[in-house]
C-alpha cells in the first residue's frame, strides 16, 4: 500500500491514525476504503454533527425523525408521510443533465425505503445570472435532467423554485425533495434485522462510475479543474428505478423483509454497515456474489461505487425464494450478498478471501466529531449599519424591473418540463405559493412549500433562517394546511472558514427558534459543504421544505374576477427594504440587517389565513414574499387577465417583504365576514384596493400600467431569455 | 364490462385510467405485458408511462412484448383499443395505427393543458362528442409530434386554439396537420397524445376528458 493513498482518497493523516487505532492495525486497502467514503464530509457531517444536535426534531405526530432515511409524520386514520431532501450541488455543475437526474433517483430512492410510495418532487435550483450563456447550459441541464428521470420514473414534479444570483456562478444548488405517503404497518426502517438474516442486493448491476461521488466531489471545493471530476459523477437509469421502486413496494405490501437500505453516496459501504450497526449486528458480505456491469473490480471499486438504482433488502431466509420471484416478476436483477451475523464485524470477501474485517459501527458511528471554530464576520456590522432607503424610483417602472427578472418572474419555462399531474391528485401545481395534493380516500390534502434565500441569509443567517420557516409556513397556510414538519438543505461555503461556521450556527439558531416558536418539528436535513469556487463562498443558502396537512381539504379556490375586494392582512409594512428583492435586484444594493419575525403576529396570520381559506366562499389568498405585496399582486392579476384599482401606495409598502402578511381576495359581500375572521385572531387587515374589469393596475391617481405589460415582462423573464436554446 | 389496461414495466398512468374509468362504472384489470390472453375483455387500454424505458424509441421495444399479439388479434376482430400518449406511440410502433410520433419541435417535454378540435365522431373515443367540439386536456409528451406514413391518417383530433380554429401557433408540438389523435380505417383503434384521464373531476384543468371515456365505454 502506498503511504498517502488515505490522501488520495480525501482523509487526514489524523483520520488514518484514528483507523489504525480502532483497528489495532494498519487498515487493509479494502477497508482503507470504506472509511474514506464513510467518514467523508458528506457522509458522516463531521462538521456540522455537533450543531445539528440541538434542533427540535421532536413532536407527538413524529414516527421516524432525522438520522434514517427519511422523515416520517403520522397524518392520522392509519396513514403516515414520509419526506426528504438532499442537494447534489457539485455533481450538477460539473455534468447538469445526469448531475440533477441522479439527484432525483437518490431521493426517491430514500422515501420508497422507508416503505412509502413517493407522490411528489419538488426541486430548489440556483445559478448564477442568467444573462450568462454559461448558467442558460446549466439551467437548461438541470431542468431536462430533472424532466428526463422524474418523468420516466413516474413521480410527478409538484413544485419548487428557482433564482439567480452571482454568487452562485461557480458553483449552482441543485436542491431535490421527495414526499411519499404509507400505511402505517408498512413503514421499514434500515436495519438487518435479526442475526441469520440474508442480505440481497437488488437492482442495477454495479460498475465503476461514481467511485468517491461522496468524498471526491461532494466534500470538496472547486476550481478549474472541475471538469476532469465527471467520471465521479453517476449515470441515472430511470427505467431501472421505476422498476426497483414497484418491486420493493410489493415486498412491503406482502411483508417479505425486515429492512431495507438504498446506496446511494458510499454505496455498498454505507448499505452493508449502517444496517448493521443500527441491528447492533454484524454481517458477512461476499463481494463476488455482486452483479456487476464490467469484470475485474477490485475490492475498494465494488465497495465505493456510487452506481444508482440499487437497494439493499434485508430478508428471513424463510421469504428469499420469494423475493427473488418478486425481482424476477418485475424484471430486476437480485443477487444474495450477504449474512447478518451475531457480533458487530462487518467482514468483507473477495475472492473468496477476506479482505475486510471491522466493527460495523465504526464505519457508520466513529466519524470524528469535529468542532470547527466559529468566528462573527467583522464586516456584518459594517453591513448592518448601511442605511437602507426606500429609493423614490417609479413604482410602475421598478414593478416592471422586477417581473422581467429570472428570480421573480414566470416559472413556466421550467415546470411545464416536468410532469406535474401524474396520479391525479395535483390541486395547486407548481407555480403557486404551495403545492397541495388530496390523499385519495381520506378527507385530507398535503401542502408542500419550499423555500430558500440567499441575499437575506447573507445579511442576517440568524433572521433568515427564521424568516424562512415563517414564510414556508405562510405558503401552506394559504391553501388551508396546517404546518406540521419540516426537512432542511443547509448550503452553505466551505467550513474551514470560521465565519461561514459563524453563518452556518446563526442559522441553525434561526430555524431552531421559528420550529420551536410554531411548533414545528425537523424530521429530516442534509448538509452541503465546500460550495465554494477558487476560495469565494456562496451565500450561506438554507432551503426549508415544509410539509402541511389540509384535514379536511379546504374549498376548491375560484378564479379572481372582477369586483373582488383585495385585504392585505397581517403586520404593517416597514420602511426597511434589506434584502428584498427591490433592494437586490432592482438597486443593486446588498447592505442593512432585514426585518426579524414577531412570534406571536406570525402565528396570528397563520391562524386567520387557514380560518379564511375553510371559511370564506371564493377568497384566494397568497403570501407576500419575494418582490412585496406589489409582484404577489401582479402576478394574480396577469394569470386571471384582470384589472385592479389600488389606493395610493408608498414605494416601501409596494415592495417591502416583511414576513407575516398575505394577500386575501374575497367577493365583496364576503369582506366583513373575512374582516372578522381577522380581528377575532388579532390580525390586521387593511383593504388596499379591489379587481376591476379594466385592463389596467391603477395605483392612486397617477400609476397606470397596462396588465399586458406587466404580463409581457413576467413571462419572458426566463422563456425568453432561453428562447435562443440553452446555448443562445 | 370489462376494460384491460396493460402494463408494460416502465408504464406509470395504469392506475390514473382505472381511476377514471371507474368514475364511470367501468370494471377494470391491470394486464401485465406477459400476458398473452386478453379474450375476457371488451375494451382495451394501453396507457401512458414509458414502456421499457422507451430506450431505442418510444414504444420501440414494446411493440416485441408478449401481450402486443393478443392486442392486435383484438383490434383486428373489431374490440376497442384506445393508446394514450405512449400507448398511442405503441400502436403506431406495433402497426396497428399508421404513421408515428418523434421528439417535439421544441426539443423539450411538454406538460400542459391544450386545447383540441373533434375533427371525426366516427370513432370509439369521439362517438359522444360533437363535430367541432372543443375540448381542453393536458398534454404530456416528449416525443409527441406526429409524422404521417403512406397512409393517409384519420384525425379524430387536431390542436386548436380555444375557438376551434387550428393554426400553427396553437400547435404544441409540431405535429403533422396538427393532428392530436388518429383512428384506424374501422375506427375501432385509436390513439392520442393528450391525456383525457387527467380531465375528469372538478378540481382539474378541465372534465372535457370524460365525453371521450365514456365514448370509448359506451361504443
Same mark, same amino acid.
Given at each position: 500500500?502506498?503511504?498517502?493513498?488515505?490522501?488520495?482518497?480525501?482523509? $487526514?493523516?489524523?483520520?488514518?491514525?484514528?483507523?489504525?487505532a480502532?483497528?489495532?492495525?494498519?487498515?487493509?486497502?479494502?477497508?482503507?476504503?470504506?472509511?474514506?467514503?464513510?467518514?467523508?464530509?458528506?457522509?458522516?457531517?463531521?462538521?456540522?454533527?455537533a450543531?445539528?444536535?440541538?434542533?427540535?426534531?421532536?413532536?407527538p405526530?413524529?414516527?421516524?425523525?432525522?438520522?434514517?432515511?427519511?422523515?416520517?409524520?403520522?397524518?392520522?386514520?392509519?396513514?403516515?408521510?414520509?419526506?426528504?431532501?438532499?442537494?447534489?450541488?457539485?455533481?450538477?455543475?460539473?455534468?447538469?443533465?445526469?448531475?440533477?437526474?441522479?439527484g432525483?433517483?437518490?431521493?426517491?430512492?430514500?422515501?420508497?425505503?422507508?416503505?412509502?410510495?413517493?407522490?411528489?418532487?419538488?426541486?430548489?435550483?440556483?445559478?448564477?445570472?442568467?444573462?450568462?450563456?454559461?448558467?442558460?447550459?446549466?439551467?437548461?441541464?438541470?431542468?431536462?435532467?430533472?424532466?428526463?428521470?422524474?418523468?420516466?420514473?413516474?413521480?410527478?414534479?409538484l413544485?419548487?423554485?428557482?433564482?439567480?444570483?452571482?454568487?452562485?456562478?461557480?458553483?449552482?444548488?441543485?436542491?431535490?425533495m421527495?414526499?411519499?405517503?404509507l400505511?402505517?404497518?408498512?413503514?421499514?426502517?434500515?436495519?438487518?434485522?435479526?442475526?441469520?438474516?440474508?442480505?440481497?442486493?437488488?437492482?442495477?448491476?454495479?460498475?465503476?462510475d461514481?467511485?468517491?461521488?461522496?468524498?471526491?466531489?461532494?466534500?470538496?471545493?472547486?476550481?478549474?479543474e472541475?471538469?476532469?471530476?465527471?467520471?465521479?459523477?453517476?449515470?441515472?437509469?430511470?427505467y431501472?428505478?421505476?422498476?426497483?421502486?414497484?418491486?420493493?413496494?410489493?415486498?412491503?405490501?406482502?411483508?417479505?423483509?425486515?429492512?431495507?437500505q438504498?446506496?446511494?453516496?458510499?454505496?455498498?459501504?454505507?448499505?452493508?454497515?449502517?444496517?448493521?450497526?443500527?441491528?447492533?449486528?454484524?454481517?458477512?458480505l461476499?463481494?463476488?456474489?455482486?452483479?456487476c456491469?464490467?469484470?475485474g473490480?477490485?475490492a475498494?471499486?465494488?465497495l465505493?461505487?456510487?452506481?444508482?438504482?440499487?437497494?439493499?433488502?434485508?430478508?428471513?431466509?424463510?421469504?428469499?425464494?420469494?423475493?427473488?420471484?418478486?425481482a424476477?416478476?418485475?424484471?430486476?436483477?437480485?443477487?444474495?450478498?450477504?449474512?447478518?451475523?451475531?457480533?458487530?464485524?462487518?467482514?468483507?470477501f473477495?475472492?473468496?478471501?477476506?479482505?475486510?474485517?471491522?466493527?460495523?459501527?465504526?464505519?457508520?458511528?466513529?466519524?470524528?466529531?469535529?468542532?470547527?471554530?466559529?468566528?462573527?464576520?467583522?464586516?456584518?456590522?459594517?453591513?448592518?449599519?448601511?442605511?437602507?432607503?426606500?429609493?423614490?424610483?417609479?413604482?410602475?417602472?421598478?414593478?416592471?424591473?422586477?417581473?422581467?427578472?429570472?428570480?421573480?418572474?414566470?416559472?413556466?419555462?421550467?415546470?411545464?418540463?416536468?410532469?406535474?399531474?401524474?396520479?391525479?391528485?395535483?390541486?395547486?401545481?407548481?407555480?403557486?405559493?404551495?403545492?397541495?395534493?388530496?390523499?385519495?380516500?381520506?378527507?385530507?390534502?398535503?401542502a408542500?412549500?419550499?423555500?430558500?434565500n440567499?441575499a437575506?441569509?447573507?445579511?442576517?443567517?440568524?433572521?433568515?433562517g427564521?424568516?424562512?420557516?415563517?414564510?414556508?409556513?405562510?405558503?401552506?397556510?394559504?391553501?388551508?394546511?396546517?404546518?406540521?414538519?419540516?426537512?432542511?438543505?443547509?448550503?452553505?461555503?466551505?467550513?474551514?472558514?470560521?465565519?461561514?461556521?459563524?453563518?452556518?450556527?446563526e442559522?441553525?439558531?434561526?430555524?431552531?427558534?421559528?420550529?420551536?416558536?410554531?411548533?414545528?418539528?425537523?424530521?429530516?436535513?442534509?448538509?452541503?459543504?465546500?460550495?465554494?469556487?477558487?476560495?469565494?463562498?456562496?451565500?450561506? $443558502?438554507?432551503?426549508?421544505?415544509?410539509?402541511?396537512?389540509?384535514?379536511?381539504?379546504?374549498?376548491?379556490?375560484?378564479?379572481?374576477?372582477?369586483?373582488?375586494?383585495?385585504?392585505?392582512?397581517?403586520?404593517?409594512?416597514?420602511?426597511?427594504?434589506?434584502?428584498?428583492?427591490?433592494?437586490?435586484?432592482?438597486?443593486?444594493?446588498?447592505?442593512?440587517?432585514?426585518?426579524?419575525?414577531?412570534?406571536?403576529i406570525?402565528?396570528?396570520?397563520?391562524?386567520?389565513?387557514?380560518?379564511?381559506?375553510?371559511?370564506?366562499d371564493?377568497?384566494?389568498?397568497?403570501?407576500?414574499?419575494?418582490?412585496?405585496?406589489?409582484? $404577489?399582486?401582479a402576478?394574480?392579476?396577469?394569470?386571471?387577465?384582470?384589472?385592479a384599482?389600488?389606493?395610493?401606495?408608498?414605494?416601501?409598502?409596494?415592495?417591502?417583504?416583511?414576513?407575516?402578511?398575505?394577500l386575501?381576495?374575497?367577493?365583496?359581500?364576503?369582506?366583513?365576514?373575512?374582516?372578522?375572521?381577522?380581528?377575532?385572531?388579532?390580525?390586521?387587515?387593511?383593504?388596499?384596493?379591489?379587481?376591476?374589469?379594466?385592463?389596467?393596475?391603477?395605483?392612486?391617481?397617477?400609476n397606470?400600467?397596462?396588465v399586458?405589460?406587466?404580463?409581457?415582462?413576467w413571462?419572458?423573464?426566463?422563456?425568453?431569455?432561453?428562447?435562443?436554446?440553452?446555448?443562445? | 364490462?370489462?376494460v384491460?389496461?396493460?402494463?408494460?414495466?416502465?408504464?406509470?398512468?395504469?392506475?390514473?385510467?382505472?381511476?377514471?374509468?371507474?368514475?364511470?362504472?367501468?370494471?377494470?384489470?391491470?394486464?401485465?405485458?406477459r400476458?398473452?390472453?386478453?379474450?375476457?375483455?371488451?375494451?382495451?387500454?394501453?396507457?401512458?408511462?414509458?414502456?421499457?424505458?422507451?430506450?431505442?424509441?418510444?414504444?420501440?421495444?414494446?411493440?416485441?412484448?408478449?401481450?402486443?399479439?393478443?392486442?392486435?388479434?383484438?383490434?383486428?376482430?373489431?374490440?376497442p383499443?384506445?393508446?394514450?400518449?405512449n400507448?398511442?406511440?405503441?400502436?403506431?410502433?406495433?402497426?396497428?395505427?399508421? @404513421?408515428?410520433?418523434?421528439?417535439?419541435?421544441?426539443?423539450?417535454?411538454?406538460?400542459?393543458?391544450?386545447?383540441?378540435?373533434?375533427?371525426?365522431?366516427?370513432?370509439?373515443?369521439?362517438?359522444?362528442?360533437?363535430? @367541432?367540439?372543443?375540448?381542453?386536456?393536458?398534454?404530456?409528451?416528449?416525443?409527441?409530434?406526429?409524422?404521417?406514413?403512406?397512409?393517409?391518417?384519420?384525425?379524430v383530433?387536431?390542436?386548436?386554439?380555444?375557438? @376551434?380554429?387550428?393554426?400553427?401557433?396553437?400547435?404544441?408540438? @409540431?405535429?403533422?396537420?396538427?393532428?392530436?389523435?388518429?383512428?384506424?380505417?374501422?375506427?375501432?383503434?385509436?390513439?392520442?397524445?393528450?391525456?383525457?384521464?387527467?380531465?375528469?373531476?372538478?378540481?382539474?384543468?378541465?372534465?372535457?376528458?370524460?365525453?371521450l371515456?365514456?365514448?370509448?365505454?359506451?361504443?
Amino acid at each position: 500500500m502506498t503511504t498517502d493513498l488515505h490522501r488520495r482518497l480525501g482523509m $487526514t493523516d489524523e483520520e488514518f491514525a484514528q483507523v489504525g487505532a480502532i483497528l489495532g492495525r494498519p487498515p487493509a486497502d479494502p477497508e482503507l476504503a470504506m472509511y474514506s467514503v464513510m467518514w467523508s464530509e458528506h457522509c458522516s457531517y463531521k462538521s456540522s454533527r455537533a450543531f445539528l444536535r440541538d434542533l427540535p426534531t421532536d413532536a407527538p405526530w413524529v414516527v421516524v425523525g432525522p438520522g434514517e432515511n427519511a422523515g416520517v409524520v403520522d397524518i392520522g386514520d392509519g396513514w403516515l408521510a414520509a419526506i426528504r431532501i438532499e442537494s447534489h450541488n457539485h455533481p450538477s455543475f460539473v455534468e447538469p443533465y445526469q448531475g440533477a437526474a441522479t439527484g432525483v433517483g437518490g431521493i426517491l430512492r430514500d422515501v420508497f425505503t422507508m416503505g412509502a410510495r413517493p407522490i411528489g418532487l419538488w426541486n430548489q435550483i440556483r445559478f448564477g445570472n442568467l444573462d450568462d450563456p454559461h448558467n442558460r447550459y446549466l439551467l437548461g441541464g438541470v431542468v431536462a435532467g430533472i424532466a428526463g428521470y422524474g418523468n420516466a420514473v413516474g413521480v410527478p414534479t409538484l413544485g419548487g423554485e428557482v433564482e439567480f444570483d452571482d454568487t452562485y456562478r461557480g458553483n449552482p444548488l441543485v436542491n431535490v425533495m421527495c414526499l411519499g405517503i404509507l400505511r402505517r404497518d408498512q413503514l421499514v426502517l434500515g436495519t438487518a434485522g435479526p442475526p441469520g438474516s440474508i442480505a440481497v442486493l437488488l437492482g442495477s448491476s454495479t460498475g465503476r462510475d461514481g467511485i468517491g461521488g461522496a468524498s471526491v466531489l461532494a466534500s470538496a471545493g472547486f476550481d478549474e479543474e472541475a471538469a476532469t471530476k465527471r467520471p465521479s459523477v453517476q449515470v441515472g437509469d430511470p427505467y431501472e428505478e421505476k422498476k426497483l421502486i414497484e418491486a420493493c413496494l410489493e415486498l412491503y405490501e406482502r411483508d417479505l423483509v425486515v429492512g431495507v437500505q438504498d446506496l446511494g453516496a458510499a454505496g455498498l459501504s454505507c448499505a452493508a454497515s449502517e444496517p448493521a450497526a443500527r441491528a447492533g449486528a454484524g454481517l458477512d458480505l461476499d463481494l463476488d456474489a455482486v452483479h456487476c456491469r464490467e469484470t475485474g473490480m477490485t475490492a475498494p471499486e465494488l465497495l465505493m461505487s456510487e452506481s444508482q438504482e440499487r437497494m439493499m433488502a434485508f430478508v428471513d431466509p424463510a421469504h428469499v425464494e420469494e423475493v427473488l420471484a418478486v425481482a424476477e416478476r418485475w424484471e430486476i436483477d437480485a443477487s444474495i450478498v450477504g449474512t447478518v451475523r451475531d457480533g458487530d464485524r462487518l467482514r468483507v470477501f473477495h475472492d473468496g478471501r477476506a479482505v475486510a474485517d471491522v466493527p460495523a459501527s465504526s464505519l457508520a458511528e466513529d466519524a470524528p466529531v469535529l468542532h470547527r471554530p466559529v468566528r462573527r464576520p467583522d464586516w456584518i456590522d459594517e453591513l448592518w449599519d448601511e442605511p437602507t432607503r426606500p429609493v423614490g424610483a417609479d413604482i410602475g417602472e421598478t414593478l416592471v424591473t422586477l417581473l422581467g427578472h429570472p428570480s421573480v418572474g414566470d416559472p413556466s419555462w421550467i415546470y411545464e418540463q416536468f410532469d406535474h399531474m401524474l396520479f391525479l391528485n395535483t390541486v395547486a401545481g407548481p407555480g403557486l405559493d404551495a403545492s397541495l395534493v388530496r390523499v385519495r380516500g381520506t378527507s385530507k390534502g398535503l401542502a408542500v412549500s419550499t423555500d430558500g434565500n440567499g441575499a437575506l441569509c447573507y445579511l442576517d443567517p440568524r433572521r433568515g433562517g427564521a424568516r424562512l420557516v415563517w414564510e414556508a409556513a405562510m405558503n401552506v397556510a394559504v391553501v388551508g394546511a396546517k404546518p406540521l414538519a419540516i426537512v432542511d438543505n443547509l448550503n452553505f461555503g466551505n467550513p474551514e472558514n470560521p465565519e461561514v461556521m459563524w453563518q452556518f450556527t446563526e442559522t441553525l439558531a434561526g430555524l431552531s427558534d421559528a420550529c420551536i416558536d410554531l411548533g414545528v418539528p425537523i424530521v429530516g436535513g442534509n448538509v452541503s459543504f465546500y460550495n465554494e469556487t477558487d476560495g469565494a463562498d456562496i451565500h450561506p $443558502t438554507p432551503v426549508v421544505g415544509m410539509l402541511g396537512l389540509a384535514d379536511p381539504m379546504p374549498p376548491l379556490h375560484g378564479a379572481v374576477t372582477p369586483g373582488m375586494a383585495i385585504l392585505v392582512c397581517g403586520p404593517a409594512q416597514s420602511t426597511n427594504l434589506s434584502g428584498s428583492a427591490v433592494q437586490t435586484i432592482v438597486h443593486g444594493d446588498h447592505g442593512g440587517r432585514p426585518s426579524d419575525v414577531e412570534p406571536v403576529i406570525g402565528a396570528a396570520s397563520i391562524e386567520t389565513a387557514l380560518r379564511i381559506a375553510h371559511e370564506i366562499d371564493g377568497a384566494v389568498l397568497h403570501d407576500i414574499s419575494k418582490g412585496g405585496a406589489l409582484v $404577489t399582486l401582479a402576478e394574480v392579476l396577469i394569470r386571471a387577465n384582470t384589472g385592479a384599482s389600488l389606493s395610493p401606495t408608498p414605494y416601501a409598502h409596494a415592495f417591502g417583504e416583511d414576513p407575516h402578511r398575505f394577500l386575501c381576495f374575497v367577493p365583496a359581500k364576503q369582506i366583513e365576514e373575512t374582516i372578522r375572521i381577522a380581528v377575532e385572531n388579532g390580525t390586521r387587515v387593511e383593504l388596499w384596493g379591489a379587481t376591476t374589469g379594466a385592463s389596467e393596475l391603477r395605483i392612486g391617481h397617477t400609476n397606470v400600467v397596462a396588465v399586458e405589460h406587466l404580463a409581457e415582462a413576467w413571462r419572458g423573464a426566463i422563456a425568453g431569455r432561453m428562447a435562443g436554446g440553452a446555448n443562445g | 364490462m370489462k376494460v384491460g389496461i396493460v402494463v408494460f414495466p416502465g408504464t406509470n398512468c395504469e392506475r390514473d385510467v382505472a381511476h377514471a374509468l371507474g368514475m364511470f362504472g367501468a370494471d377494470t384489470e391491470l394486464v401485465w405485458h406477459r400476458e398473452t390472453d386478453l379474450d375476457e375483455f371488451d375494451r382495451i387500454v394501453l396507457p401512458g408511462g414509458f414502456a421499457h424505458g422507451d430506450y431505442l424509441r418510444a414504444g420501440a421495444i414494446a411493440r416485441f412484448s408478449p401481450v402486443m399479439r393478443p392486442v392486435a388479434d383484438a383490434a383486428n376482430a373489431g374490440v376497442p383499443v384506445l393508446g394514450i400518449c405512449n400507448g398511442f406511440q405503441i400502436l403506431c410502433e406495433a402497426g396497428l395505427l399508421p @404513421g408515428a410520433l418523434i421528439a417535439n419541435r421544441d426539443l423539450r417535454f411538454i406538460c400542459r393543458p391544450v386545447h383540441v378540435r373533434v375533427e371525426s365522431t366516427d370513432s370509439i373515443l369521439t362517438r359522444a362528442a360533437k363535430p @367541432g367540439q372543443v375540448l381542453r386536456i393536458p398534454l404530456n409528451s416528449y416525443e409527441g409530434s406526429y409524422v404521417p406514413g403512406d397512409m393517409a391518417p384519420t384525425p379524430v383530433l387536431r390542436y386548436c386554439e380555444p375557438d @376551434g380554429s387550428v393554426t400553427d401557433a396553437a400547435n404544441p408540438n @409540431g405535429s403533422s396537420d396538427g393532428v392530436a389523435g388518429l383512428a384506424n380505417a374501422a375506427g375501432n383503434v385509436v390513439g392520442l397524445m393528450p391525456h383525457p384521464e387527467r380531465a375528469v373531476e372538478e378540481f382539474m384543468v378541465s372534465t372535457d376528458g370524460r365525453v371521450l371515456l365514456q365514448s370509448f365505454l359506451a361504443s
